[in-house]
C-alpha cells in the first residue's frame, strides 16, 4: 500500500526550530516530486515548498513565506522526506501535510499534481 | 504569483442536485488546475487534475472543465458523503496556489 507518514510535530516557541520527517512506503521515494503543504487552523491550504525527483537533481522551491528559513531534504536510503523549520514564527503554527507529487508528460506538456497525502503531523509554534 | 479565486465560498444543496464551483487564475495556467476534495481533520484528496482528468477511484458524478484562467468543478448528482470543502490549486510553475475553498453542506 502507497502511504506517507508524518512525524515530529511538536509546540516550540517562536525562533526555535523543528525537524519534521515524512516516511513513504509502497514507493520509491527518489523516484518522485515531493512537496510540504501546510494549514493553519481554521484555514486553507498553503503549498511550502518541494523537492524534485532523482533526475532532477532534487532540485527545492520554497514559498517566500518560508524561504530562507525552511529547508526540505531527503534521505534516500530511509526512503524519507524532511522538513527542516528555523527562526519559526507564530504564523507558522498549522498542520503540516507532506504529498507525492504525480509527473504526467501528456503530449509533451508536463502535469504535476499531488496524489498520494500523509494524514499530517502539528506544529504550535507559541510561547 | 498566481492568485487563484474560486467561487463561492459556500453553498448548500440537496442530495440529487447538480453543482458548480468556480476558480479563476489571475493568469492564464493552461490546463495545469487541479482539484481536493476535504473533509474534516482529514487530508486532502485528489480529484481532478490537469483541469478535466479523473483520479482514479473517484465518482464519475464528479467532472472538471476549463483552460487558461477559469475552471469548473461540476458534481452532477450530490451525495451525502460529498459534504466537504473543494480546493483548485494551479501547478503551472511554483509557487503553487490553491483557492480559498469552498465549503459545500447538504441540506
Known amino acids: 500500500e502507497v502511504q506517507l507518514v508524518e512525524s515530529g510535530g511538536y509546540l516550540v516557541q517562536p525562533g526555535g526550530s523543528l525537524r519534521l520527517s515524512c516516511a513513504a512506503s509502497g514507493f520509491t521515494l527518489s523516484d518522485h516530486y515531493m512537496d510540504w503543504v501546510r494549514q493553519a487552523p481554521g484555514k486553507g491550504l498553503e503549498w511550502v515548498g518541494r523537492?524534485?525527483?532523482?533526475?532532477?537533481?532534487?532540485?527545492?522551491d520554497y514559498a517566500a513565506s518560508v524561504k530562507g528559513r525552511f529547508t526540505i531534504s531527503r534521505d534516500d536510503s530511509k526512503n524519507s522526506l524532511y522538513l527542516q523549520m528555523n527562526s519559526l514564527k507564530t504564523e507558522d503554527t498549522a498542520v503540516y501535510y507532506c504529498?507525492?507529487?504525480?509527473?504526467?508528460?501528456?503530449?509533451?506538456?508536463?502535469?504535476?499534481?499531488?496524489?498520494?497525502w500523509g494524514k499530517g503531523t502539528t506544529v504550535t509554534v507559541s510561547s | 504569483d498566481i492568485q487563484m479565486t474560486q467561487s463561492p465560498s459556500s453553498l448548500s444543496a440537496s442530495v440529487g442536485d447538480r453543482l458548480s464551483i468556480t476558480c479563476r487564475a489571475s493568469?492564464?495556467?493552461?490546463?495545469?488546475l487541479n482539484w481536493y476534495q476535504q473533509t474534516p481533520g482529514k487530508a486532502p484528496k485528489l480529484l481532478i487534475y490537469a483541469a478535466s482528468s479523473l483520479q482514479s477511484g473517484v465518482p464519475s458524478r464528479f467532472s472538471g472543465s476549463g483552460s487558461g484562467t477559469d475552471f469548473t468543478l461540476t458534481i452532477s448528482s450530490l451525495q451525502p458523503e460529498d459534504s466537504a470543502t473543494y480546493y483548485c490549486q494551479h501547478s503551472y510553475t511554483t509557487p503553487y496556489t490553491f483557492g480559498q475553498g469552498t465549503k459545500l453542506e447538504i441540506k
Open positions: 523537492t524534485g525527483d532523482k533526475p532532477n537533481s532534487h532540485t527545492t
Open positions: 504529498a507525492r507529487t504525480w509527473v504526467w508528460n501528456y503530449l509533451g506538456y508536463y502535469y504535476y499534481y499531488m496524489d498520494v
Open positions: 493568469q492564464s495556467i493552461r490546463s495545469s
